[in-house]
């Protein structure tokens, strides 16, 4: 008997602080869960207005839709070749910190289709989504899948501009194009908007 | 009964065994947390720092700026004329029909975000120089300038004025000059805005584009220039560095020299800022600030002059450099130079005098 009672003893000091551990860990799990569940998803401040924010054309973040900031052909190919004359423009914004990003508003003239990039830890560029035809100035892209990174870069594909351009710049003499300037054009974009979700509790 | 101690004994002995065991597991286990929280916070300290980096080299990577907090842009009604707080922005008369400016709405829009990104850039180079003109940068945007579409120029305009008795040099205005496919360029912008920045101590040619190709490649990230050997000297028919007469006018079109000057000028003044340190240039301008001599030279600023400062601001004679790369050039103490200047201005007043006389 008094062995038993020593085993069972043993047992009930052995078990039992980690029987108020594993309640402790699930109670706070537990708040931690309903705390989520009990909050509602709004749409975050315009991560470009934080500060430390910055772009390559800075008229592109600065809140204001009235100033028109323009991507900056990519540096590489010598400009006075055809490969140069054909590189496209680039918008990229990098951010002070890591973002979980849901929604981009691009504000834009004349920009018809773009590659949207996330910057990954490693410097990399990660294809994130393929926009073939805006035909709107305003864009409200929703990330099917948030993406959570510290950069965004917008390859310009194509503009409203680049079939004019395309005729001053490249001129057909005997059969043969001679080109004499770029023929992508820069996309003009007022202002490039940035959104993830914020928590706020129920009320 | 005799067992019974014995039996206790090793009883007490198998529950001390057990709570020892107990005790080890606890503290096993809690070590085991402890370590892991450890681990897990060098882990996350580590992504912090290698995510800081990446956002660094992007930065320097795309040349990104901040929006500036406050441009003081003041846009006219017809979208003519906009200033800011560095600029005054104009669009030339062959750009009043071009697609893309003919309305007011576009030239105020376009010609707004342009100073925006021009202030940024200002700031910018004023990072990199740590003084700024005291003049606003007048930028004027053309479609076709002097015949073409590939130059843009920065231009000082000084005025030789007489100021107690002396001849000094005093800067009256700074423009700017692009044709619109330039002006895109973030390269070219910041190489022009490098000339407005340094020019108005009017500097010898070549040491100008040296400094303005040095801004574009090292700090705008531009492609159109690399460094070159030092040693593969381009000669005069005199024997001298080629690189000493370049004027720096592209107005009788580029040579075959041209492009070897740009890299080799850009490579004199990188390697100079490699050999002294990041604060050398500043240090080099706030010099020539302090004495102002530069305004009372009588011409264009000789290189002996230049070589001057720049050993001041090295701290060591840099003449035996410069003719160890075929530059012609003395080395000249502050009495020679105030003695240059006092003759230069007496054989001044003296023409001014015989001038006045003639009338």
Known sequence: MNLKNNTLKLAVCQLLPIFVFCLLYFSLMGCKALQVLATSQEWSENYTLMAGTTCNDPAMIDGNLETIGETKYLEGASKQSVRGYMVPSEGVVILPESKSINKLVIYSQNLQAFDLFALETNGNWKHVQEVKNMTERQLTLNLRIPVYTSGLKIRVEKTSDDDALRRQNIQKIRGVSMFSGHTKALAKISEIEIYGFVQSPVE | ?????????????????????????????????????????????????????????????????????????????????????????????????????????????????????????????????????????????????????????????????????????????????????????????????????????????WFSEGIAVWVEVEYAKGKDHRSVDLNEIKLTLDGLNAAQEWSGDLDAGADALTQWRYNYCYTIVAEIKDRFGEDFYPKFFKLMEEDKLYQRLPGNMPTSFLVYYLSQAAGEDLVPFFQSLKFKIQKLSRDEILKAIQQANQTLRRQKRNDESEE
């Open chain 2, 1 to 205: 009964m005799p067992n019974l101690p014995f039996t206790r004994n090793t009883k007490k002995s198998s529950w001390q065994v057990g709570r020892q065991l107990y005790y080890c597991w606890l503290m096993g286990l809690a070590w085991i947390f402890l370590t892991g929280c450890t681990i897990l916070q060098e882990l996350q300290e580590s992504n912090l720092k290698r995510q800081q980096e990446t956002r660094v080299r992007m930065k320097e990577r795309y040349v990104t700026f901040e929006a500036p907090d406050d441009t003081g842009v003041n846009v006219s009604g017809d979208g003519l004329e906009i200033d800011s707080v560095h600029y005054k922005l104009s669009f030339g008369p062959d750009l009043h029909q071009h697609p893309d400016y003919d309305t007011p709405t576009e030239r105020q829009q376009i010609g707004h975000g342009s100073l925006v990104f021009m202030e940024s850039l200002y700031q910018f180079l004023y990072r990199i120089f740590g003084f700024e003109p005291k003049h606003k940068i007048h930028v004027i945007l053309h479609d076709i300038y002097r015949g073409t579409k590939l130059m843009a120029t920065t231009t000082i305009h000084a005025q030789n004025r007489m100021q107690n008795g002396q001849i000094i040099k005093v800067i009256q205005g700074i423009e700017m000059n692009f044709p619109l496919n330039m002006f895109g360029e973030r390269p070219v912008r910041a190489h022009e805005l490098a000339h407005a920045f340094t020019n108005i101590y009017l500097l010898p040619a």
